[in-house]
């Protein structure tokens, strides 16, 4: 994560928590679509909590979304420091 950025807003961290339970629940067969973290994505990605790349979905060819290894990490830490 980009250190001159502020924290993820409680909105985001959950919108970054549905995607991660997404892709761990289809084991990434189908991934987060942009319309599914609406006003979440443009923060998300700033902060490298997540990244995009192009995946044929329903035989077409979509922008798709994923957790980073920062966005993993950010994640993990979030469940220790609530443990």
């Known amino acids: ?13 959950e ?7 997404k ?3 289809r084991n990434g067969s189908i991934p ?4 599914e973290m ?4 443009s ?3 700033k902060r490298g909590l997540i990244d995009t790349r192009m995946d044929i979905v329903n035989n077409k060819k979509q922008l798709c979304i994923y957790v980073t290894e920062a966005g993993n990490n ?4 979030m469940e220790s420091s609530a443990a």
């Open 74 to 77: 950010f994640l993990k830490k």
């Open 43 to 45: 923060g998300l990605y």
């Open 15 to 21: 919108k970054l928590k549905e995607c991660k339970e």
């Open 32 to 35: 987060c679509l942009p319309e």
């Open 23 to 25: 892709e761990i629940a």
């Open 1 to 13: 994560m980009k250190k001159s950025l502020r924290p993820p807003t409680k909105r985001m961290i």
């Open 38 to 41: 609406k006003s979440s994505l």
